[in-house]
């Protein structure tokens, strides 16, 4: 297949214009380095690499030969051109599934009808690029100055992972963490935006305050597991926000239980409604809770999450479900 892509590919652009092409099942994604000027060009390289059998969505994306233009300070408040509603997506601890309810939540919210941004805000482990698929590609600058969001399975995105280098990921600390921070999320050329999903660090620091401050928070969702040593971090994330103003849309509990594929047998592996109890005794609303599965896993891990790769199924439903209740609520 890929063969086949790339033969495509030269009819149009120069081989050291293709900087890669990518695979996953139907599914097929070119990068191309300084192309973006030629938009001819890319419409029909698309639509030719579409007649290709078992082809059935195709992405390009651009990568910038110029480098990345500096950091800026962190002043005032930080304007982020064209988003009219940012929502925070965060926990208190890491590895509870944070990420991957911020993408499915994105493109659940895509799916009614919004126009949607993800930004991957996670300085400790980015994992955004990995989850739609564009891992180790740069972000495009057509002026040397500002970035293109990425731009497939309907939603724009942009993550800090494109600009940390995954084998030295401590260097950014402080204000030069947030200086790229504020660089990647104000210099973006978002476009006209209803809601803005931001995937937060994990945990309370001075990082998390900082971003939750600069930015004008339409409001915070928070995601645990069901074990108590996790909500008592999910606790400490609602009273951070609480602490700056930031209103709590709610908490979702995640990997919440297990049904067994071959009996139906549901399993409360981690204890039962351990996020509705502690959302009922601190006042906040509880969202809904998406079982644990493997192929929620799988397809966040290969760059199709589960409400793009399977959108009639009970998990991209669970994902909707919370997705409705949170436009309800902005
Ligand atoms: N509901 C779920 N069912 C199965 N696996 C999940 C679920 N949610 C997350 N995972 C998996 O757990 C791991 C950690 O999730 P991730 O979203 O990266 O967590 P975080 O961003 O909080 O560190 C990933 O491998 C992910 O695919
Ligand atoms: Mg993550």
Redesign the pocket.
């Known amino acids: 297949m890929e063969d086949k892509v790339r033969a495509v590919a030269l009819k149009y652009f120069l081989p050291e214009q293709i900087d890669g092409i990518k695979v996953i099942n139907d599914r097929v994604i070119v990068t191309l380095v300084n192309a973006a000027e030629n938009a001819d060009k890319t419409q029909s390289l698309k639509q030719a690499i579409a007649e290709i059998e078992g082809v059935n969505k195709v992405s390009v994306v651009y990568t910038a030969n110029k480098a990345f233009s500096g950091l800026k300070a962190p002043d005032e408040m930080w304007q982020i051109r064209g988003v009219k509603k940012i929502i925070a997506v965060a926990s208190g601890k890491?590895g509870v599934g944070?990420?991957?309810t911020?993408v499915n939540l994105a493109l659940a919210l895509a799916n009614q009808n919004k126009k949607v941004a993800l930004f991957d805000a996670?300085i400790y482990?980015?994992?955004i690029p990995t989850m739609l698929g564009y891992e180790g590609v740069a972000p495009y600058s057509m002026d040397g100055h500002t970035f293109e969001p990425f731009d497939n399975m309907s939603i724009k995105s942009m993550s800090v992972g494109t600009l940390i280098d995954k084998s030295q990921p401590l260097i950014w600390r402080g204000a030069k963490a947030c200086g790229a921070l504020q660089q990647l999320l104000c210099d973006t050329n978002w476009g006209d935006i209803d809601i803005m999903v931001i995937?937060m660090p994990?945990g309370t620091g001075d990082i998390q305050i900082t971003l939750s401050q600069k930015v004008k928070m339409d409001g915070a969702v928070i995601v645990s597991t069901p074990q108590d040593i996790a909500l008592i971090d999910a606790v400490k994330g609602i009273n951070m926000f609480k602490r700056i103003n930031v209103p709590i849309l709610g908490l979702i509990e995640n990997m919440s239980y297990y049904i067994c594929e071959k009996c139906g047998h549901r399993a409360d592996i981690f204890g039962h409604a351990g996020a509705k109890k502690t959302a009922e005794a601190m006042g906040e609303t509880f969202l809904g809770e998406i079982p644990l599965h493997y192929a929620i896993r799988e397809n966040a891990d290969n760059g199709t999450p589960i409400v793009f790769a399977e959108p009639e199924s009970v998990y991209t439903e669970a994902y909707e479900n919370i997705a409705k209740k949170i436009i309800a609520k902005l």
Do not use: F, I, L, V
């Open positions: 890491g944070k990420s991957t911020a996670d482990g980015p994992s995937d994990p």
